[in-house]
């Protein structure tokens, strides 16, 4: 017999709305980073000297920089430097990763926030390795959209513990987005989007989190969720962390044609991206 969630939906005592104010701004040198970044005219010695003003910062950037993960043929020593390399993009979309990983750290009842950021650091990986050669502005963005993906669904904890930990654990079953409306009113995707714009997310990074479940459309956002779509089915498929869910993204046929897939490319992908998982978290996750 189903659980009844009358107790639980009667003793919900804090909206949406009120955790999504509750959640803290992006800090200070983030926000002027993306400011910085959206001037055309930006100048790299300024965004340098805007994040080497925090000395925690500097250290994760020139630690991921300096990583395996990226693979470098020299040592980074410098902020400048590392956006000399990695370029603008790449680092202020490390730095926002690596911001928002620090504000979902605590407990999550039947989830364990480290498999779940385990799950969405593979996904990012995956997705990284399915846009590498086709365009590095593409996989960067793939990267990033894949770690944030089911960020909302960190806040269906928050908003409540005991219909998430039934819905996603107890009742072993899929939880689909339209089960999701149901029993919270909102889906994870919803949710997302509205982080999304809380944290003025670059517009790419809002449709691939209020849309990763959506069809392959023909245009940028449209391939990138291509891409997140197979990271994702692939990071489920081989048991990398959890999102919390047994639901994996519908499969699309195609997006596989259009990230022109087979079995052998498939098989290619995930071995390469295997090493990077295990190395790129220790640097994001576990700091």
Sequence with gaps: ME????????????????????????????????????????NFAAVARNIESDQALTAKILRLAN????????????????????????????????????????????????????????VGTIARHLMAGKNEEYANEAFVGGILHDIGRLLFIRLDRNIFDWLYFERNAVASPVEEVIHFGISHQQVGQLIAEKWNFPEVLKN???????????????????????????????????????YISEFHPEMWSRLNLNAEKCEIIIRRSLEDIFEGRENIINR
């Design 67 to 122: 990583s395996p993960f990226y693979g470098l043929a020299r040592k980074i020593s410098s902020v400048g430097e590392g956006l000399a390399v990695l370029g603008l993009d790449a680092v202020h979309q490390l730095i926002l990763t690596t911001t928002i990983v620090d504000t979902f750290k605590e407990g999550t009842g039947r989830l364990k926030i480290e498999d779940f950021w385990t799950h969405s650091f593979a």
């Design 3 to 42: 659980k009844d969630l009358a107790p639980f939906l009667t003793d919900r005592t804090v909206t949406l709305n009120h955790l999504l104010n509750d959640l803290p701004s992006l800090p200070g040198i983030v926000r002027n980073l993306q400011t910085l970044i959206n001037d055309r005219d930006v």
């Design 208 to 246: 691939i989190v209020s849309g990763h479940h959506g069809g392959a459309d023909d245009d940028k956002d449209g391939f990138l969720i291509a891409a997140i779509n197979i990271a994702d089915i692939i990071s489920h498929a081989m048991g990398f962390g959890s999102s919390g869910n047994l």
